[in-house]
């Protein structure tokens, strides 16, 4: 596994991770679906808790909405995922 510092990305694995799926591709062993399952409950009041494949979240609202501000929000998340 390559070591990468922080704050840089380390663009040789990603390269490598797409010449790795581009030869499944030629070898007919990528069909170019992909299945992700994320599931989610309800601890208390608007605190959730829920996981995609081996990560676990857990989400909240702040006060003014009723919640603990125990976790980050919902949109909180989206917009972190905008950034990726």
């Given at each position: 596994m390559t070591e990468v510092s922080k704050g840089k990305i380390d663009l040789e694995l990603g390269k490598q991770a797409l010449d790795e799926t581009r030869e499944k591709i030629e070898r007919g062993e990528w069909d170019g679906k992909a299945t992700l399952r994320a599931t989610a409950k309800?601890?208390?009041?608007?605190?959730?808790?829920?996981?995609?494949?081996?990560?676990?979240?857990?989400?909240?609202?702040?006060?003014?909405?009723?919640?603990?501000?125990?976790?980050?929000?919902?949109?909180?998340?989206f917009l972190m995922g905008a950034a990726f």
């Open positions: 309800v601890i208390s009041g608007t605190y959730l808790e829920g996981r995609i494949g081996r990560f676990q979240f857990a989400c909240d609202e702040p006060p003014n909405r009723g919640g603990t501000d125990r976790a980050a929000t919902p949109l909180e998340y």
